[in-house]
């Protein structure tokens, strides 16, 4: 796969300005040409803490907003899909705010670590395998 290739969705129906959605598809494709060559397609959406809400409380019981959940995918007939990112715009605005950079920057860094979930990567149980992940793909991918 390639970047040009990749079927990436990035779903922004509140149009939310920090998504910077042409800059961030290009970090994106050129991100899961590398960590996810075998995959076809990703996609990502942009919403607000009570989507987040609602989709925590559904799908992991936990009644409260999150900054991003991840619903990895699987291979189809039409091709190997990595899988869903939703990311809180509206956390990462905070989140951003809280560490000293762009928003721009914190939608990356959640949709980063969403992407390493779909991956099959888990912080709660890895013993620190994602973490130590993370941070080297932060350094070569956010520090650019």
Known sequence: MTADSLNLAILNPSRYPEAEEARL????????????????????RLAGDRALRELNRRYRSKDKATDVLSFPGEATPEGNHLGDVVISVATARRQAREAGHPPARELRILALHGVLHCLGHDHETDEGEMARLEARLRKRWLDR
């Open 25 to 44: 598809a290009a970090w994106l494709g050129a991100l899961l040409a590398e960590v996810a060559p075998d995959r076809d397609s990703f996609h990502l």
